[in-house]
């Protein structure tokens, strides 16, 4: 059996442990708000108009989790350690923000619009889940990996001492 360092597993699979919670649970949340509104389609005919593209962006979120949840496993594995492994997880946040995230708040306040300005549950759901990700993938995005750090040490931007 091998035995590996508490300290090294946490360093190196917690920041993708949440980032895969992050995006399953804003995945989860748009599933939920597509069935509340397929379910109420069927009650309020002027919801049905906003069932196809609420699919469209939900298949985009599903694949671009999986993508991601891909490359996070590949680059904890040991399998993407290479820039190109990096480098996809940040344009993975990235077209999730872009494609994903913005989207699903502009669908949310539309449809909220359609019914009247009225928030439900799921609605609040779904916006919750897809902001939490948004805000994590931007954090995500901007914290440096070790091997940044590590260049930055070796071409002197590391600073150590910021008074004048």
């Not at 009650?43 to 979120?61: G, T």
């Amino acid at each position: 059996m091998v035995k590996v360092p508490l300290k090294a597993f946490r360093k190196k699979w917690m920041p993708s442990i949440k980032t895969m919670v992050t995006s399953f649970a804003d995945v989860l949340g748009d599933w939920v708000y597509y069935g509340r509104i397929l379910a109420l389609s069927k009650e309020v005919a002027d919801l049905e108009r906003f069932m196809a593209p609420l699919f469209v962006f939900n298949i985009i979120s599903t694949l671009m989790g999986v993508l991601l949840v891909t490359s996070l496993v590949k680059k904890g594995l040991g399998k993407g350690e290479d820039s190109h492994c990096v480098k996809a997880v940040g344009w993975f946040l990235s077209l999730e923000i872009l494609l994903e995230d913005i989207p699903q708040f502009v669908m949310t306040k539309i449809i909220y619009d359609a019914r009247g300005g009225e928030w439900t549950p799921t609605a609040i759901f779904n916006v919750t889940t897809s902001a939490f990700n948004f805000v994590f993938n931007l954090l995500d995005l901007a914290t440096p990996d070790d091997d940044e750090e590590e260049n930055a040490a070796t071409e002197g931007q590391v600073y150590t001492n910021m008074e004048a």
